[in-house]
T-cell receptor
């Protein structure tokens, strides 16, 4: 069964606006990771947040983690056309490593120029 | 520095045929993984390896075999292809993930169609 579930499944916004995607999961985790996938390409790691962290930033990306609600959000600020892609959250269960990394079904983000 | 390289990129198989997908990484990573991606399903782990000569089953291992004879290579085999194995296959690698928290690097994918 899928550990992470992204919401919404699809999101379209105007260039320059902020995009927010959410991820919910079911069991306790060691860390949560966000990936980007451009159409027809492989996944690219964006950011990793550990279970004892609440917020991380990387450039225009901001990730939050609420372990009490078993949820995470990815915020992309000042969106660009190049941000058009699918975004996946993936969770690593407690006491395990990437061999137990479980991916959600993704959010398809479209940035309208 | 090529990263993770998969071959072939596209392949069409007939039901019952066999084939091998090759993955090569040049980052000296200990861990390697094979995933499949299907519409609406996200990525699912087929098999993985934590080092040369070792392999382990993932979430959906049935119908696949793997081998890791060299540290830099991880082969995925389909002995008797079935239409249900039509998918996009991704190879990935990472440094030893203990303690957990290492970035996974993905290849560009191999599109396999079984008719």
């Amino acid at each position: 069964s899928q550990q992470g579930e992204e919401d919404p499944q699809a999101l379209s916004i105007q260039e320059g606006e902020n995009a927010t995607m959410n991820c919910s999961y079911k069991t306790s985790i060691n860390n949560l990771q966000w990936y980007r996938q451009n159409s027809g390409r492989g996944l690219v790691h964006l950011i990793l947040i550990r279970s004892n962290e609440r917020e991380k930033h990387s450039g225009r990306l901001r990730v939050t983690l609420d372990t009490s609600k078993k949820s995470s959000s990815l915020l992309i600020t000042a969106s660009r056309a190049a941000d058009t892609a699918s975004y996946f959250c993936a969770t690593v269960k407690s006491r395990f490593g990437n061999e137990k990394l479980t991916f959600g079904t993704g959010t398809r983000l479209t940035i309208i120029p | 520095n090529a990263g993770v390289t998969q071959t072939p990129k596209f392949r069409v198989l007939k039901t019952g045929q066999s084939m091998t997908l090759l993955c090569a990484q040049d980052m000296n990573h200990e861990y390697m993984y094979w995933y499949r991606q299907d519409p609406g399903m996200g990525l699912r782990l087929i098999h993985y390896s934590v080092g040369e000569g070792t392999t382990a089953k993932g979430e959906v291992p049935d119908g696949y075999n793997v081998s890791r004879l060299k540290k830099q290579n991880f082969l995925l085999g389909l002995e008797s292809a079935a239409p249900s194995q039509t998918s996009v296959y991704f190879c990935a690698s990472s440094y030893r993930d203990r303690p957990p928290g290492n970035t996974i690097y993905f290849g560009e994918g191999s599109w396999l169609t079984v008719v």
